[in-house]
């Protein structure tokens, strides 16, 4: 498992859209077992000094920024289920 403070430019221009994301920081928060949880409390996720990005008045570029907590499987899901 981990979290990711990621960065979305998104350009415009003619119609169209073209949104690049970018890891600006991650932190890895290690392994779930199946059946189990895990709680995390006082996890700082890092988050260096960034520019100023006044865009408000930019009609042609959004700059948004947003946390991402991914998760993956050891076995698909498909192999955990069992039928009675």
Known sequence: MNAVFAQ?????????TKP???AIS??????VDAGQSK????EALP???LPPSNMTNCG????DYH????????????????SD
Do not use: C
């Open 47 to 49: 988050v260096p000094p």
């Open 39 to 42: 709680t995390f409390e006082r």
């Open 67 to 82: 946390v991402e907590v991914n998760l993956s499987h050891k076995k698909p899901l498909e192999s955990q289920l069992t």
């Open 20 to 22: 690049v994301v970018m």
């Open 8 to 16: 979305t430019v998104t350009y415009k221009a003619r119609g169209s």
């Open 60 to 63: 042609i570029i959004d700059l």
């Open 26 to 31: 991650e932190k890895n928060l290690g392994y």
